[in-house]
């Protein structure tokens, strides 16, 4: 199974920008679809982006205008760039391969260790 490890995360003061990263061990290219989702202390994992490889992308309410997902499939890389970052936005942010049923996605893959990202004064 193809591994997938997220790093980028770290400390920024509102209204900052972080660029987070999720390396494969192996091609990506295979994924149709893949994005990325956060977990906050005592809420539920969340998604927040998807990316498909026709070019579809979909975000969150509370993230869309903020937040830009991307995928270099030659790196087996893809990417959530994080502009005027809010306290809200405190989370640990995971990466993981989806599957698609109607409008819904999920994923039957485990979790990496994600990154943490904290937006604090």
């Known amino acids: 199974q193809v591994q997938l490890v997220e790093s980028g995360g770290g400390l920024v003061q509102p209204g900052g920008s972080l660029t987070l990263s999720c390396a494969a061990s192996?091609?990506?290219?295979?994924?149709?679809?893949m994005g990325w989702y956060r977990q906050a202390p005592g809420k539920q994992r969340e998604l927040v982006a998807a990316i498909s490889n026709s070019g579809r992308l979909d975000y969150a309410g509370s993230v869309k205008g903020r937040f830009t997902i991307s995928r270099d499939n030659a790196k087996n890389t893809m990417y959530l760039q994080m502009n005027s970052l809010k306290p809200e936005d405190t989370a640990v942010y995971y990466c993981?391969?989806?599957?698609?049923?109607?409008?819904?996605?999920?994923?039957?893959?485990?979790w990496g260790q994600g990154t943490q990202v904290t937006v604090s004064s």
């Open positions: 993981n391969v989806l599957s698609s049923r109607g409008p819904y996605y999920y994923t039957t893959r485990d």
């Open positions: 192996g091609s990506i290219a295979r994924f149709n679809t």
